[in-house]
């Protein structure tokens, strides 16, 4: 870049294998348990952790998949003596999963980056609907690890002795624990741990729902006779209005089974390279295996007249009525079972995966702490991760792992956001703001999208509202009123903050020539600065105000953090190198034009902190006579929410420095 000064080119970041130089024992632990960190050197490392195709099937269509486990039941059961309309409801529930799944295919096609329904409610409907649609889905998310394993315990303990029953709760703590360790290994690992269950459950299920439909083809004709007959004898009381209201009460009761739809597109950016088009292969495949599941199993149900035993799941007293009389047949029911269970643990997976990046959508328009946005050594949302995992045990001990009183809490948000995205769409269309040229098209896919949905909203927020349904909407209002409260005091404090800006346009300009060279035995001043703003230049002036004429040295340095926010561009770490250098460069300018030698020094990693410290040691055995200083937000009043809201980098890096023997200072910016 013409005028840039040349900065140093740092090492490549590499993870070590000598303990004692990462921390001892306590970071080999860590290394062992999480995995070593990143190399974020290598060119090839954004398609070495992204996902095909068939495995964003596997870690995003799981959950979709997996809820056949629950919503076909639920609406089944929500049938009541009505199980002869079993056979519509099968086709309206399969036509409702192509329905919503083509939906968010445009999405996909409209909001590329991800994000789902939080950047679409955002974009097209405003920042507060967004943050009320990032709300739900977060709340969401937590509900997707919960029920997943709330329902696999169920799966899982279906054909087990029932005297095990009491120690269900307990194994399901254990999974969600286990579980939040290996995402923080990461997004593909955990994948790839998980697929073989995945496609074992995929197995089982086809052949026994395509067996359970041929097993009765031969009494085809008689079920027809007896679902004749209980519709003639329904109609007297009921007539086509009841009938068709009990429908309707079934399906939107039923809505569990279409709850995952939307994590393929709020996991765009964990696909490989061309993400649109991996997103949207991933979504045809879990729409054809979730409408065939789902609608298989309700046939199934109506043709072997399945009826509700206690503990065990409509899907376990199925298989076992199928394979009864079958040599091996035990076998393969608990095997059938054991990966039902399996991908349930599988399902939750999307909570893991999408949960943590709608933080950091959140976080980058400051909804949420600024600290969700960051990415760990293995370039996971570390800090989200453990925020789901700790929501989902709190849900989980709460409602002890009731699979109906979760469903319902679960529903209520996923149709939330769902109707708030239709609704996005559905306008974004009728005024011709849509990439797509057919218009028509799009408000008839959108309008019909938004009428489903939204009448499963209402249906289930009436009907359950006193069975759990409370809750969910209770923890929604709160969460939309933290996320105002907290987006008000980042605008307050950059406001004030801005005010520092003032002083950028008074600075003297200084030419790319340092007025003389850098003398190493000299008393050196180190400032750790981020971006060219009025923060950091008061951090400069401030240490020159506070040691009149004493350092003779003016260094720099600065980390580029590859957070939520880099890593979505083409070529992030490049990208993130080149801003990061040129904003050292206008530092060492300023320095120029206040008569100071001047060098600037960057690196790139996750750690601000850990990544600063190791320049900084390395700069004190150049220039031995150096002191370090940084620049931390101080406030007239302080509470106790401040040091959630903004980090405390600068006393992270002193910390660390004293330790090492060296002199740091952190310096007040103050905010009024």
């Known amino acids: 870049m013409s005028g840039d000064l040349p900065l140093p080119k740092p090492d490549p970041i590499k993870p070590e294998d000598d303990a004692a130089e990462n921390g001892g024992l306590g970071q080999s632990l860590k290394h062992l348990v999480l995995g070593k960190p990143r190399d974020l050197a290598d060119k090839k490392l954004l398609h070495r952790i992204s996902l095909i195709a068939l495995l964003a099937w596997v870690g995003l269509g799981a959950d979709g998949l997996s809820s056949s486990a629950y919503g076909p039941e639920e609406a089944y059961r929500a049938l009541g003596e009505h199980h002869y309309l079993a056979l519509v409801l099968a086709v309206v529930v399969a036509a409702t ?14 909001f590329p980056q ?113 679902i004749t007959q209980e519709v003639n004898a329904s109609m007297p009381t009921l007539g086509i209005g009841g009938l068709l209201m009990v429908l309707i009460y079934a399906y939107s009761l039923g809505g569990g089974t279409y709850t995952g739809i939307e994590a393929v597109s709020n996991g765009v950016p964990l696909m490989r390279e061309p993400r649109v088009r991996t997103a949207k292969h991933t979504m045809i495949y879990m729409a054809v295996s979730l409408a065939f599941t789902a609608g298989g199993l309700l046939c199934c149900y109506l043709l072997w007249r399945v009826e509700h035993r206690p503990g065990m799941t409509l899907n376990a007293a199925l298989v076992q009525d199928m394979v009864r009389n079958i040599p091996g047949g035990t076998a393969f029911w608990v095997v059938t079972m054991l990966s039902e269970g399996a991908l349930l643990v599988v399902a939750a997976q999307a909570g893991f995966l999408d949960g943590p990046r709608v933080l950091a959508n959140m976080a980058l328009d400051k909804w949420v702490p600024s600290r969700f946005a960051a990415l760990s050594e293995r370039l996971t949302g570390q800090n989200g991760i453990l925020l789901m995992g700790g929501a989902a045990l709190a849900a989980l001990i709460y409602t002890n792992g009731d699979v109906r009183h979760i469903v319902v809490m679960y529903s209520i948000n996923v149709f939330l956001t769902f109707s708030l995205s239709m609704l996005g769409m559905l306008i974004a269309a009728a005024r011709g703001r849509l990439k797509s040229s057919r218009k028509k098209s799009r408000i008839v896919l959108f309008g019909v999208a938004f009428a489903a949905c939204a009448t499963i909203l209402g249906i289930t927020i009436f009907e359950k509202f006193s069975h759990g349904g409370w809750v969910t909407l209770a923890v929604t209002g709160l969460c939309v009123c933290v996320c105002l409260l907290i987006r008000r005091h980042y605008r307050n404090v950059s406001t004030k903050v801005a005010v520092l800006q003032s002083t950028l346009d008074a600075l003297p300009q200084g030419k790319d020539e340092p007025p003389r060279p850098l003398d ?60 990061t250098q040129a904003g050292l460069t206008r530092y060492v300018r300023l320095a120029h034009g206040l008569g100071l030698p001047s060098r600037a020094h960057l690196a790139i990693g996750t750690d601000v902190a850990e990544e600063a410290a190791e320049l900084c040691l390395e700069l004190a055995k150049e220039f031995p006579h150096c002191t370090f200083f940084s620049g931390q937000l101080v406030f007239k009043r302080e509470y106790w929410f401040q040091s959630i809201l903004h980090n405390q980098t600068a006393f992270d890096l002193q910390r660390r420095l004293h330790l090492a023997g060296k002199p740091a200072m952190v310096l007040p910016v103050r905010v009024n």
Not at 190 to 219: D, M, N, Q, R
Not at 526 to 535: E, I, K, R, Y
Not at 536 to 556: A, E
């Open 520 to 579: 190493p035995k000299a008393p050196t001043a180190v400032v750790l600065v981020s971006a060219f703003n009025g923060p950091g230049v008061h951090t400069v002036l401030s240490v020159l105000k506070f040691f009149p004429n004493h350092f003779k040295n003016l260094l720099f340095v600065s980390v580029g953090i590859a957070d939520s926010a880099s890593m979505r561009e083409e070529n992030p770490i490049e990208k993130l190198r080149e801003r």
């Open 97 to 110: 999963v192509f329905l919503i799944s083509a939906a968010y295919s445009r999405i996909i096609e409209e």
């Open 114 to 226: 991800g994000g789902g329904g939080y950047l679409v409610a955002s974009a097209l409907l405003g920042p507060v609907p967004g943050a009320l649609s990032g709300s739900a889905l977060l709340v969401d998310y937590i509900l997707t690890i919960t029920i997943s394993i709330a329902a696999a315990g169920d799966a899982l303990f279906s054909f087990l002795p029932i005297e095990w029953l009491p120690l269900k709760l307990t194994a399901e703590v254990m999974l969600v624990a286990g579980l939040t360790i290996l995402n923080m290994r990461g997004v593909k690992e955990s994948v790839i741990a998980l697929a073989p269950v995945f496609f074992v459950f995929v197995l089982t299920h086809v052949v026994f729902i395509v067996g359970g439909v041929i097993a009765k083809s031969g009494e085809f004709h008689l079920t027809g006779q007896q």
